[in-house]
């Protein structure tokens, strides 16, 4: 049998939410503020008032309709259970209460890690970064390493320094892909276009890295291919938009979003319960 051309990649951490693996971190570990996404102020380290014994949320049915829309965007990406299940071997914060404070510390950092490995997944999938796959195939396996360490290496570690290195190989993932889409691409990268009408815009492979589209009108827009990671989506109207192929687009980031049954998505990701 042939040998394969380079090393099989690490079976990864699930990178989606398991809030039946989880001891409830994110209502617990993360502070939010009373605003138009959380009814209430709430400290880091203070479990929510809605959380019950068993770990689930007393109101989740009716978190938007009781002030918790926030509630509704997040997404661990699998940070959650990865902590809870394997960092600290199914030992939860309420019968061990000595592993509470690092289990929280812990927590947003493995997010972090998940929310880098989902890019690098992301980008390993487009044939037109063939020649990035080598040195992100390495990353993967790096950042895939450090979701399995304890609580105390995890909560030390650099994270904007393998962030930074990451995205030099992101950023140039992105150009090799829309090169590939047709006609001449928009660049607004970090550009300011909150409620931007554009409604039927053709944006297939823009630059739209770290864009405030918060409550912009993307109706029936053409996306594909368009670079999203970092966009703000916060009541952006995707309805009817094709988001297919986009390129780092996110759960949250669609989560925050406004779209409906006409708006077509990535594969692996999963239309929202409250679009209309």
């Known amino acids: 049998m042939a040998s394969s051309s380079h090393p099989a990649l690490p079976a ?3 990178l989606q939410a398991d ?12 502070p939010f503020a009373k605003s138009a996404d959380f ?13 019950q014994q068993d770990f689930r949320c007393g109101i989740h049915t009716g978190l938007r309709d009781q002030g918790f829309q926030g509630c509704t965007v997040f997404d661990c990406f699998g940070a959650g259970q990865q902590v809870s299940q394997v960092t600290f071997e199914g030992r939860d914060w309420r019968t061990h209460p000595g592993t509470r404070q690092a289990m929280f510390d812990a927590f947003p950092v493995m997010r972090q890690l998940h929310e880098l490995l ?24 790096r950042t895939e390493s450090l979701t399995r360490a304890d609580a105390a290496t995890l909560t030390a570690l650099d994270v904007p320094a393998l962030r930074q290195e990451i995205n030099t190989l992101l950023l140039k993932t992105s150009e090799l892909a829309r090169a590939t889409s047709p006609g001449r691409k928009k660049n607004h990268r970090g550009a300011d276009l909150m409620g931007a009408r554009l409604a039927g815009a053709d944006l297939r492979g823009a630059n739209l890295r770290g864009a405030y589209l918060i409550a912009a009108d993307l109706s029936r827009a053409d996306l594909r291919g368009a670079d999203l990671i970092g ?6 109207n ?3 938009a094709d988001l297919r192929d986009t390129l780092f687009l996110t759960q949250p980031q669609l989560n925050a979003a406004h ?3 006409g708006t077509r998505i990535p594969a692996g990701l999963t239309r929202p319960a409250h679009w209309s």
């Open 12 to 14: 990864l951490p699930l």
């Open 231 to 236: 966009a703000d989506l916060r009541d952006t």
């Open 238 to 240: 995707v309805r009817g």
């Open 259 to 261: 779209g409906d049954a």
């Open 19 to 30: 809030c039946a693996n989880c001891f409830a971190l994110c209502c617990v570990a993360l």
């Open 118 to 141: 989902f890019y690098v997944s992301a980008a390993l999938a487009l044939p037109a970064a063939a020649p990035l796959h080598p040195a992100l195939r390495e990353l993967l396996t």
């Open 39 to 51: 009814a209430v102020n709430k400290s880091a380290g203070t479990p929510c008032k809605n959380l």
